[in-house]
C-alpha cells in the first residue's frame, strides 16, 4: 500500500452524492411555539468511512471530522437539486442545522411555504426523492493506492467549504476534474518511491554498486 497527501487549490467547487443506504430523505412533524405543525426535511447529506462508487479509476471515502471548521466558517445553503432558484434553507437565516456526529453529516431544513417545497416534501414522502449529495471545496486530501490490486482510494480529511446540501432526483455522475487533479500529483510523487518497479529496480542496482566501490576505496 502505498498513500501520499496533499493540498490543492481553494474555490474549485466539487460535487458528491454516496449511497446512503438506511439514511434516506424525510420529512418529519414538529410543533412550534404555537402549537402548530410544522414540516422538516431531515437526513444525512453525507455518510463517514463509506466508499463512493467508482469515480473513474478511484473511489472516495469521507473521514470524521471533516466537516467540522467547514460547518464554522461557511454559509451553507439548502437548494433543490442544487438550483439556486430553489432555496430550501440557509444556515445563517437559522432554517438550516447542519451537525456531525458519529454516522456522518446530518441536516434539518425548515422549508419555505412554496409550491416548489410542498412538492419537494410530498416526493420525498412518497420515496420519490430519497438521495443529497452536498457541494464543496477540499483543503487536504490524502491518497492511497493498493498495489495488490491496482485500486485507488481518495480521503477527504477537511472539508474547506461547503456551499450547498441538496435533496436530488437523480444523483448525477459528479464532475471529478479537480480529484483527478489530485490524483494526478499523487501518481506523479509516487512514480518512482512506490509505483514504478523499474525505477526500484534499477535504484537498488545503483545502491549495490555504491556499497561495492565503497568496499574498495574507489568511493567514500
Not at 19 to 35: A, H, P, T
Not at 103 to 132: C, F, H, N, W
Not at 186 to 213: H, L, N, P, V
Request: proline residues 4%; contains cysteine.
Amino acid at each position: 500500500m502505498c498513500s501520499g497527501s496533499g493540498v490543492i487549490m481553494k474555490k474549485k467547487k466539487e460535487i458528491r452524492c454516496w449511497d446512503l443506504k438506511g439514511v434516506s430523505l424525510r420529512v418529519k412533524r414538529e410543533k412550534d411555539s404555537e402549537g402548530n405543525e410544522k414540516p422538516i426535511i431531515s437526513g444525512y447529506a453525507a455518510v463517514f468511512n463509506s466508499m463512493s462508487e467508482d469515480l473513474g479509476g478511484f473511489r472516495e471515502k469521507i473521514k470524521p471530522g471533516a466537516f467540522k471548521n467547514a460547518l464554522k466558517k461557511s454559509d451553507c445553503r439548502a437548494l433543490f437539486n442544487h438550483d439556486s432558484n430553489f432555496p430550501l434553507g440557509r444556515q445563517s437565516a437559522g432554517t438550516l442545522t447542519l451537525k456531525e456526529d458519529d454516522k456522518g453529516l446530518y441536516m434539518e431544513v425548515d422549508p419555505p411555504d412554496t409550491q416548489y417545497a410542498r412538492d419537494l416534501m410530498v416526493s420525498i414522502e412518497r420515496g420519490d426523492v430519497v438521495e443529497q449529495s452536498f457541494g464543496f471545496t477540499i483543503k487536504t486530501d490524502e491518497w492511497q493506492e493498493d498495489r495488490d490490486n491496482g485500486k485507488t482510494t481518495r480521503t477527504l480529511i477537511e472539508v474547506d467549504e461547503l456551499f450547498d446540501v441538496s435533496p436530488v432526483v437523480f444523483p448525477a455522475y459528479p464532475d471529478t476534474t479537480v480529484a483527478k487533479r489530485s490524483l494526478d500529483e499523487f501518481k506523479k510523487s509516487t512514480a518512482i518511491s512506490g509505483d514504478d518497479t523499474s525505477a526500484i529496480t534499477r535504484k537498488a542496482e545503483d545502491e549495490k554498486k555504491e556499497k561495492y566501490f565503497k568496499s574498495k576505496g574507489y568511493l567514500k
